[in-house]
């Protein structure tokens, strides 16, 4: 099972990520986060100054890499950002480099997003919260009016691609886990491993 928080940066989705796997794991799901692969991105990004479409294509390059690891090793991939977020940021970013526009590498990116969304089995979207001050941590943009640009592309992405998406509210992680947990409990007991099974040392 493969589970996807999305939604702009600073709406709680990887606080919300280990949040979720912990519970998980209570249960009896071997389940683990897949890491925001945009701090590891090697050209400048995480924030609408310091951005770009190369940028944005490495990190979705890295986020199809990652997603496919650790499917293999998991049951349960909790990620923690996924195709559809970080889709949106390569179009915010398109939109102020036209001459990006019809290349082959922004093909393949289009191609990519399209295909790949399907393949999670839950996508919840984190709305911004417009009562929240946006944190800063030294990477992230504080820019409110970027962050809200952001939301109305995933907006639209969903609406254009009628992709299926749960809205969880910011509240306290333990609401919003158990809101959760509530969705996707129907298929979890698949995900369970018996008491006597022996992960292989991959996991």
Same mark, same amino acid.
């Given at each position: 099972? +493969? @589970?996807?928080?999305?939604?702009?940066? %600073? #709406?709680?989705?990887?606080s919300l990520a280990y949040s979720l796997v912990g519970a998980l794991k209570e249960k009896g799901v071997h389940a683990v986060v897949g890491s925001e692969t945009v701090r590891m991105c090697p050209l400048p990004t995480g924030t609408e100054t310091s951005n770009s479409v190369d940028a944005e294509t490495w990190i979705m390059g890295k986020q199809f890499i990652d997603e496919i *690891?650790? &499917?293999?090793?998991?049951? #349960?991939? #909790?990620?923690d950002r996924s195709m559809l977020c970080i889709y949106a940021y390569f179009l915010w970013n398109l939109e102020r480099e036209p001459a990006m526009k019809g290349k082959p590498g922004v093909n393949i990116v289009d191609h990519m997003f399209k295909n790949w969304i399907s393949t999670y089995d839950y996508i919840f979207k984190l709305p911004i919260s417009t009562q929240t001050k946006l944190s800063d941590d030294g990477f992230r943009s504080t820019a409110k009016d970027w962050? +809200?640009?952001?939301? &109305? $592309? @995933?907006?639209?992405? $969903?609406?254009? %691609? %009628? $992709? +299926?998406?749960? #809205? $969880? !509210? !910011? *509240?306290s992680n333990d609401k919003r886990v158990q809101k959760i947990m509530d969705i996707i409990g129907p298929k979890l007991p698949e995900m369970i491993l018996p008491e006597d099974c022996v992960l292989s040392p991959d996991f």
């Open positions: 099972m +493969k @589970i996807a928080l999305s939604g702009t940066h %600073n #709406v709680g989705k990887t *690891e650790f &499917e293999k090793k998991y049951p #349960v991939v #909790v990620c962050q +809200k640009e952001i939301e &109305e $592309i @995933i907006d639209r992405i $969903i609406e254009e %691609n %009628n $992709i +299926k998406t749960f #809205v $969880i !509210l !910011l *509240e």
